[in-house]
């Protein structure tokens, strides 16, 4: 990757005057090359939201490709499967290091297809190490046969193995391309399985640069495919030929993918919508929990599937809280360029900023407060949208009840716990919530009420997002299942239980048998008796 202007076959500067930043060609071309795409395939042109340019001539998928491509896949999955877990861990560990040695160039990518701050794309980074080094670290742990009791002791006893489930399809969005891409891939790997990938093609360069880390680090050839074309046809035939889907987008596109694979008997892990809750308790810092929710409101420029879009304020710190956040917002820095200077980037598509303009400009019809923010920036990107606070905003807006997805957070103040709990449950979505006290004790009790996946306790998202130990996903309509954590790599596992009845055949070489079957060969009445009376032994004893 070069700013070279020389390297001009994919962003001519004399045509396109704003082609600020090149990409070599040699290099998109090669990564453009792992897509499954026939010869002479269509193409789409993708452009950064950062000037509008062009990036990319991207060959799209048929169909027919997918099923190709899961062929392939399946033929390497049996070979890697086989593998023991620990070298199949220890590419994820390599893969741990070139990420990090080679971030300079993958934040580049990620700007250039996202639009977004490159602070918010180190986070990118970051999330794909943290998961890398803990399924390279903890996979051989989870997949360990695991030893049970049954019902007589030492005579039972079962095992439980975990297999991989075969091919596993991953179908990603565009907000978080390197982090939602790898990061559901890994697990699915480690555990033996074989991936295919559909990243959004607004994102694929981001995407297909992971792949070319993986295989960098060890991963066989033909173990990850990758396809691309339009959401419906494509990621519909994705889901028709894996054993796993693992999606993250809206929810009514889960909905239509969730019923589709129950249709075919397999499993479904969806990180769907949501409207994200933040409550400020009375006994706060107000310049500390104002730093906080700017932070988990436009980081990303809240374009996270976890970034706050409600703000309830205790009344007791409102009038405090809300200049303290207004004058944080209104000191943000907005920009595009490939450095750390500006706070908040970019929309990434057209359709995204049209909907940011929609929810501001429906909310102010309808009586809402504008405190900061409201205004297209075009003077400084043609997506780019100012951070954006609202007070006032009524019940029936658009951006009181629908996920907006951008920089735009509502304001609104509550007398009590209790009231902000109701009013953080009162959605359909469940995804992630935020609350900030002094207190510990009284956050945790406030979050175990909350209705959603994770909940952060003086901090926005961060803290709950780096726990990878721990499951990361939504209730209601915000999703099925969840990713991290041994929930994240047993649900691309199939589980099988091997049950052993000892001394069937014998008891050291004396011929006789002392097993199940020696009691049931008993008068059915006696052994009732007997299996009843050692039910209830075992009971007084404390067994499991």
């Known amino acids: 990757m070069t700013s070279d202007p020389s390297a001009a076959e994919l962003i001519d500067p004399e045509t396109d005057p704003r082609a600020t930043y090149v990409l070599e060609p040699d290099d998109v071309r090669a990564l453009l090359g792992r897509l499954a795409a026939a010869p002479g395939a269509a193409t789409q042109t993708t452009c950064t939201p950062l000037t509008g340019a062009p990036l990319a001539a991207v060959p799209l998928s048929i169909p027919d490709d997918v099923a190709a491509a899961a062929e392939r896949a399946r033929a390497a999955q049996r070979r890697w499967a086989r593998r023991p877990v620990r070298e199949r861990a220890a590419v994820l560990l390599r893969l741990h290091d070139l990420v990090l040695d080679h971030r300079s160039d993958v934040l580049d990518l990620i700007q250039l297809e996202s ?116 959401g419906a046809e494509i990621g519909g035939a994705v889901v028709e030929v894996v054993d796993h889907v693992c999606f993250t987008g809206s929810t009514a596109t889960g909905r239509a993918i969730a019923a589709r694979a129950g249709e075919r008997l397999v499993g479904a892990t969806l990180e769907l919508g949501g409207k994200n809750a933040l409550y400020v308790a009375d006994d706060v810092d107000v310049e500390v929990a104002a730093a906080g929710a700017v932070r988990a409101c436009f980081a990303g420029s809240g374009q996270l599937c976890v970034s706050v879009e409600r703000l309830y304020v205790h009344q007791a710190v409102a009038e405090a809280f809300v200049a303290a956040l207004v004058r944080r917002v209104r000191a943000l820095s907005l920009g595009v360029g490939l450095d750390y200077v500006a706070d908040v980037g970019s929309l990434t598509t057209a359709a995204q900023l049209a909907k940011v303009s929609e929810h501001v400009e429906d909310a102010i019809g309808r009586g809402a407060r504008v405190l900061a923010g409201g205004v297209h920036r075009s003077d400084l990107g043609p997506l780019c949208y100012e951070p954006t606070v609202l007070a006032d905003v009524p019940a029936d807006a658009l951006a009181a009840r629908e996920e907006t997805f951008g920089p735009v957070v509502a304001v609104y ?36 009420r909350l209705e959603v996946g994770t909940v952060n306790v003086n901090d926005g998202y961060q803290t709950a997002w780096s726990a990878v130990g721990a499951p990361q996903g939504g209730h209601k309509a915000s999703g099925l299942g969840a990713r991290h954590g041994i929930e994240g790599i047993w649900q691309v596992t199939r589980a099988q239980t091997v049950a052993v009845a000892r001394g069937a055949h014998g008891v050291l070489g004396t011929g006789s048998h002392v097993g199940l079957g020696r009691l049931y060969e008993l008068p059915a009445e006696r052994w009732t008796r007997l299996f009843t009376g050692a039910l209830r032994v075992m009971k007084a004893v404390g067994r499991a």
């Open 115 to 230: 639009g977004k701050a490159r602070t918010s794309a180190y986070e990118e980074v970051a999330d794909v190490a943290l998961v890398a080094r803990h399924y390279g670290r903890r996979a051989a742990g989870y997949l360990a046969p695991r030893r049970v009791p049954a019902v007589v002791p030492l005579l039972t006893g079962a095992t439980v193995l975990r297999h991989p489930v075969g091919l596993v399809g991953v179908i990603a969005p565009w907000n978080f391309p390197l982090a939602l891409t790898l990061s559901d891939m890994l697990p699915a790997l480690v555990a033996g399985n074989a991936v295919i990938l559909k990243p959004d093609t607004q994102t694929v360069l981001t995407a297909l640069w992971g792949v070319e880390q993986l295989e960098a680090a060890g991963l066989p050839a033909n173990l990850v495919q990758v396809v691309v074309g339009d």
């Open 413 to 448: 103040r509550v007398a009590s716990d209790d009231e902000a709990v109701a009013a953080m449950n009162d959605s359909e979505y469940g995804l992630n919530a935020s609350v900030w006290t002094r207190s510990t004790a009284r956050g945790r009790a406030i979050a175990a």
